[in-house]
């Protein structure tokens, strides 16, 4: 891990992956087009620019990078970007979409809308974080799409999140995956609770592949092995999870964004459960981890080719 995690993973799919053919939805902020252009030379996307072309071109003005290699495709807004990004995928025309200047439901409505797109699972969003202070890189899900997850949500979330681990990190040992809540103990009045404990049995009955799970934990007895002990938990987990799944969307996001403006943490984040991998990025995000979120991208593709997600 702290021989940075992100170039690392950026590095080795440059080395060993096909750029990925990747429709950019809305480019029309200058560091789009910087972001498109340092994943082209590091072979992480193969780019078709989808947005209106008088301000698609304004941005790489500003920019000061030539676009003229690249297509673009003129749309009215970036609502039609959105649709039209999806129309390609949907006929294979493009392996995956990376967000530009517009919201991440615009994206993701468009992607919901198509039937074709979508597997058995719901969609849902991870971070990949390095974080100086913890020892191996940290999955944190879900922090943008589902708002207040029930039990069969956070079955769809924690898989997701597993297979995600699994595409970056191989297979030679199954990744430990913490369930948080506000306690360790499940309480009948603390839903999050329940939910915990309802999917470790999930996962022993096969429910959820390929992980192993354990909770409910609070955050501190989850990532300290030192708080665990304190409070007499016997786990595989606590104190040394891969994987952290919040009870609702919000802690998820103030969990994440604490870790990076708080704990000088970068935060990679990718879009799961379609048939294609959405790649979002951050206007506070570091090049270096939009470079990350594309890598994700291109691990998540590669790892649906190969069948080991289902």
């Not at 809308?113 to 969609?123: D, H, N, Q, V, Y």
């Not at 970056?168 to 948080?180: T, Y």
């Not at 939910?195 to 999930?202: H, I, Q, R, S």
Request: hydrophobic share 45%; with cysteine; glycine share 6%.
């Amino acid at each position: 891990m702290k021989t940075n995690c992100f170039e690392t993973i950026v590095e080795s799919c440059g080395a060993a992956c096909p750029a990925l053919k990747t429709a950019v939805v809305h480019p029309v902020r200058a560091e789009d087009i910087i972001l498109v252009a340092e994943a082209t030379k590091r072979k992480l996307i193969d780019p078709i620019l989808v947005g209106p072309k008088a301000r698609v071109l304004a941005a790489a003005a500003e920019a000061k990078i030539d676009i003229s290699a690249w297509t673009l495709i003129d749309v009215e807004h970036s609502h039609a970007g959105a649709a039209k990004g999806a129309d390609m995928a949907a006929n294979g025309e493009v392996e995956s979409l990376l967000k530009g200047g517009l919201h991440s439901d615009e994206i993701l409505h468009a992607i919901i809308t198509k039937r074709s797109l979508m597997t058995e699972r719901r969609i849902s969003h991870a971070y990949v974080m390095d974080i100086p202070n913890y020892h191996k890189p940290l999955v944190i899900s879900d922090a943008a799409v589902n708002i207040a997850p029930d039990l069969a949500v956070k079955a769809d979330i924690t898989q997701n999140a597993i297979y995600l681990w699994t595409a970056l990190f191989g297979n030679e040992r199954l990744p430990k995956v913490a369930l948080l809540a506000a306690v360790e103990m499940v309480n009948p009045n603390m839903q999050a609770t329940i939910d915990a404990a309802c999917l470790c049995k999930m996962s022993d009955r096969g429910q959820i592949k390929g992980g192993i799970l354990d909770g409910p934990l609070a955050f501190d007895n989850a990532i300290n092995l030192e708080a665990s002990k304190s409070k007499g938990i016997i786990s595989d987990v606590a104190g040394d999870p891969d994987i952290l799944i919040a009870p609702n969307l919000e802690s998820a996001n103030i969990m994440s964004k604490e870790l990076t403006f708080l704990a000088n943490a970068e935060a990679a984040g990718i879009i799961l459960g379609a048939r294609i991998p959405i790649i979002l990025t951050s206007r506070a995000d570091s090049l270096q981890t939009k470079l990350m979120s594309c890598a994700l991208g291109i691990k998540v593709a590669q790892a649906r080719k190969d069948g080991k997600f289902k």
